[in-house]
């Protein structure tokens, strides 16, 4: 707790102290502090409500302060005050219509997810556990607080967090909750994909993804969530980045690629996922050549090599593989020593479809070794009677 981010939030908390309002770190740096985990994102939780914590600090932003919520911009680092609240009505399985703040702590922590996360936290270092967390975590059990089905009829995001940390934690889930989780999978269809994708992606990198998705399949959350979320097809791989969690998971559904639309990839993720299932394919099938070493970046190489292994024993080490890739004369056509420009010098004609021609058998050339990659070379090879093209 010496990082800059935890002096930012106890001095924040000073400040709310002095003039008689509650303050407490809450959440998940609670949680991973007792675990024994480093922590950057630190949370407060105050009795003073917004129009209380603003004129304390020199520079706040509202980031939400109609639930409550603002940004102290202290020197150090940024922290998240809330006021502690109560959520109103849930209508639409995700977001309360409406909140009422309180003053008392007890009941904020009453309103959240899992007792895990629901403790705080005094700059002494005492906790405050009104619902047993620490005693789950000590047992490693992720139990909704208070009734859990009321707490996934609220949130049904809730049940896939609980999956997340499954996956992260390597934690198991309390049979009351898991029973809960049973009742309201269906409710996940009323959530927006984006925020199920932020969940899936953090459980795609957690090392015990295997056990979430078995999670999933016991509690019918893979029959509601498209995609090949099978433990035994899982087991003994764990991705290394997200890429790699998509792009494994597509391997099973190769006629189903539009599934990266449904869960609203973005562009560059799409196209990362379809260039490590090409360069899988070419791994597994021939073996990587020196035009895949060329057209692939690293870490398309290495992911394609990562997955290759789980399915059968890869011809080359993700040591080879990049050993192979930075010794290739060039790394892209921007590396070439020559440019559209010198071409149409030397051949004395304007820009025409000969002119791309050119450039990728000059660039085929220069990966390949044929021809060393400095502009007299390359003139001397392709203005050459018998390569002139």
Not at 31 to 36: A, C, E, N, V
Request: proline residues 3%; charged residues 25%.
């Amino acid at each position: 707790m010496n990082s800059k981010e935890w002096q930012a939030a106890f001095e924040v908390i000073a400040t709310l102290q002095q003039v008689g309002f509650e303050a407490y770190v809450v959440g998940g740096a609670v949680r991973d502090t007792l675990l024994g985990k480093a922590v950057n994102d630190v949370d407060v939780a105050t009795s003073a409500l917004p129009l209380e914590v603003k004129p304390l600090f020199a520079t706040t932003v509202d980031v939400g302060i109609e639930h409550g919520t603002v940004l102290i911009v202290h020197p150090l680092a940024p922290v998240e005050v809330t006021t502690f609240r109560v959520d109103g009505e849930y209508t639409d399985h995700r977001r309360p219509e409406q909140v009422q703040f309180v003053r008392e702590l007890r009941e904020d922590l009453a309103r959240r997810d899992f007792t895990i996360n629901a403790m705080a936290l005094k700059p002494d270092g005492t906790v405050i556990d009104y619902f047993n967390g620490q005693q789950d975590l000590q047992q490693q059990v992720i139990r909704a607080v208070g009734n859990a089905k009321e707490r996934f009829a609220e949130d049904a995001l809730r049940m896939l967090r609980a999956v997340r940390f499954t996956a992260q934690l390597g934690f198991t889930v309390a049979p009351d909750t898991k029973q809960a989780m049973v009742q309201h999978a269906q409710d996940l269809q009323f959530v927006a994909i984006e925020r199920v994708k932020q969940e899936l992606d953090k459980m795609l990198v957690g090392k015990h993804v295997t056990a979430a998705i078995a999670l999933m399949q016991e509690t019918s959350i893979a029959d509601v969530l498209p995609g090949v979320w099978h433990a035994q097809k899982w087991f003994g791989f764990i991705p290394r980045t997200v890429v790699e969690g998509w792009a494994y998971m597509l391997h099973f559904n190769r006629t189903q690629l539009e599934l990266m639309q449904q869960y609203r990839l973005t562009n560059k993720e799409k196209r990362a996922v379809k260039q490590l299932l090409l360069a899988f394919d070419a791994l597994v099938e021939r073996g990587f050549t020196r035009t895949d070493y060329y057209t692939f970046d690293e870490a398309t190489l290495v992911g394609a090599v990562h997955m290759a292994r789980h399915f059968t024993s890869a011809g080359v080490s993700e040591q080879e593989v990049l050993a192979h890739k930075r010794a290739l004369p060039i790394q892209s056509r921007q590396e070439l020593a020559v440019n559209g420009n010198d071409l149409q010098e030397w051949r004395k004609e304007k820009p025409g479809k000969w002119l791309q021609q050119a450039l990728a058998t000059i660039e085929r050339a220069v990966v390949y070794g044929e021809v060393e990659n400095t502009k007299q070379h390359i003139r001397s090879w392709y203005c050459n009677d018998n390569n002139e093209r």
